[in-house]
């Protein structure tokens, strides 16, 4: 299982199914330790903590829930806690916490620098001069297709 090693051991764990993983590690998700999220919870009485998967199993363990970024923003949006901190790339909070005003948001912060490199203006300008052109041989664009469906088809 590709990209990370930490959501591949989260996901065998939730599974039946034997996983193997790749021995990369998001350099953001892997600075986070169950130390510092139960030191949150002492500074922080009732905070409710989401984790990203790709989070060490034992920063998951600790958590209240662990989702994608999207199922974590669901969360907040359907349950409502009166405040909460996500365990995923600090910014990833910003939209959440603007469409849920009344979730008080504690923001342990590990920033991502790559993420930074992606701005509207280059969006904008690789769509317009299409340079960068992805390519798929003929004979693996059916697996591909599929792959890509049965991903999007997981609730």
């Known amino acids: 299982m590709l ?7 989260n996901v065998a764990r939730e599974t039946s199914v034997k996983i193997i993983a790749w021995k990369g590690h998001c350099e953001v998700h892997e600075r986070f330790t169950a130390a510092e999220i139960l030191t949150l919870r002492q500074t922080h009485p009732g905070v409710v903590i989401l984790a990203h998967p790709e989070c060490p199993p034992a920063v998951v363990a600790v958590a209240d829930f662990s989702g994608s970024t ?3 923003a669901d969360f907040v949006r359907d349950r409502r806690p009166a405040r909460v901190a996500l365990i995923t790339e600090c910014s990833m909070s910003d939209n959440v916490a603007q469409a849920n005003p009344g979730t008080e948001f504690v923001r342990p912060c ?3 620098p790559h993420m930074k490199r992606i701005t509207l203006k280059k969006i904008r300008a690789a769509l317009e001069s299409l340079q960068t052109e992805v390519t798929i041989p003929p004979e693996l664009f059916a697996p591909a297709r599929r792959a890509v469906e049965r991903m999007l088809a997981v609730p």
């Open 3 to 9: 990209p990370d090693e930490f959501l591949a051991q």
């Open 110 to 112: 590990n920033l991502c």
């Open 70 to 72: 999207a199922m974590m």
